[in-house]
């Protein structure tokens, strides 16, 4: 097992002045999952694929334990990748294809085949261990990528969006496998996704990247709880995050009328005086439309445990629904589209970020 070290790591795409991936500074722990998520064209891709060879590095370097493997080609790094399509040989078994590579290293066939049969069992692939790909679920070929993986006994996992080709219901299944089946080997992973939902239940740390920088590294809680600037807060959460433009006036900011409190220190904070507030949409209080900002509801989402409420409001937001609000009610709570209500942030729920730089400012 070994640690992952990104120092300053930047890759530049021909005909492209900005960096594909811009002086990633990112240290991933020996055995820790680490998941990279952001929008098509972030860099995450292209940080995995840096990672395992396939890319070239303009600058910095990469290290893997104790190695500075910048310069490394693949076969060197001992890393075993998961991509999206499988990549599963048609005409050859499952058990051929999950013992491939150790067929080509030469290893002796005794070893080779408890291997693939230990990588079997631990994936509950052993019924289909003479059966081609063509006669497997999709859920059970990612399983046998997973199995070819897992043999190499590599020093890191690169999964990049393996559970993409999947249906909702199974995705979520084999997320679960895959998380568990990562704390049981103890391996280092990455793992790509553009899925926040998926890396916020999977990784022990995420980081999240945007035009080629990285934004934000944190655990699950940490990156909900306090989420660093604004694209964070807005792309982490769903439904997303409520972000309300607002002035500063003495020590409060007014949201519909109505003042919200900040402390010293983020007054001080302050680079001028607008800010945004951010309010998630299980931190709204649900009141009469006198005593909060006004609001109607447009379309009611009921989840039976949860209730989401699509709301329109005069008061803008930032975003694509600018006057859009999202609220989070008990499930089966009878509101009804056109019901007027009135939203106050729950104490503690306000996120607060500086509206010139993007910044959260200080609790």
């Known amino acids: 097992m ?3 070290t990104f120092d300053g790591t930047t890759r530049y795409y021909a005909g492209n002045p900005v960096p594909a991936v811009d002086g990633l500074d990112l240290e991933v722990a020996d055995g820790e999952f680490l ?6 064209g972030c860099g995450k891709s292209t940080t995995l694929r840096m990672l395992a060879g396939l890319e070239g590095i303009d ?9 500075d493997v910048t310069n490394l ?3 060197d790094r001992d890393i075993a990748m998961v991509f999206q ?3 599963l040989y048609p005409h ?16 002796p066939k005794a ?19 003479d059966r081609k790909p063509a006669k497997l679920s999709g859920g059970q070929r990612q399983r046998v990528a997973m199995g070819r993986a897992i043999v190499r006994r590599p020093q890191v996992f690169c999964m990049d969006e393996p559970l993409s080709n999947l249906d909702a219901k199974l995705r979520v299944q084999t997320r679960t496998q895959i998380a568990s089946l990562q704390r049981r080997l103890g391996v280092t992973t990455i793992y790509v996704t553009h899925d926040q939902v998926e890396a916020m239940t999977m990784g022990d740390r995420v980081a999240v990247l945007k035009d080629g920088l990285l934004q934000q590294c944190d655990t699950p809680i940490g990156l909900f709880g306090k989420p660093a600037n604004l694209f964070v807060a807005g792309f982490i959460g769903s439904p997303a995050m409520n972000l309300i433009p607002a002035t500063v006036e003495g020590d409060s900011a007014r949201v519909g009328g109505r003042p919200v409190q900040l402390t010293r220190d983020q007054v001080s904070a302050l680079t001028s005086p607008s800010v945004v507030v951010g309010v998630r949409p299980e931190g709204w209080r649900i009141l009469s439309p006198a005593e909060g900002i006004e609001a109607t509801v447009e379309v009611v989402e009921e989840l ?3 209730q989401y409420l699509y709301c329109s409001s005069p008061v803008e937001q930032i975003g694509a629904d600018a006057n859009q609000f999202t609220v989070r009610a008990p499930g089966m709570s009878p509101w009804q589209r056109g019901d007027k209500l009135g939203l106050a942030p729950e104490t503690g729920a306000v996120h607060l970020f500086d509206a010139e730089t993007g910044a959260r400012l200080p609790d």
Do not use: Q
């Open 85 to 87: 399509n499988y990549a």
């Open 304 to 306: 039976g445990s949860d």
């Open 111 to 129: 070893e080779r085949l408890e291997r693939v049969r230990e990588a079997a069992e631990l994936l509950d692939l052993t019924p289909y261990l």
């Open 35 to 40: 998941v990279l998520v952001g929008p098509s």
């Open 73 to 75: 080609p693949p076969k």
């Open 92 to 107: 050859m078994t499952v058990a051929d294809n999950i013992g491939f590579h150790l067929k080509i290293a030469k290893m």
């Open 2 to 4: 070994a640690t992952v």
């Open 59 to 67: 600058d910095g370097a990469i290290r893997i334990g104790d190695r």
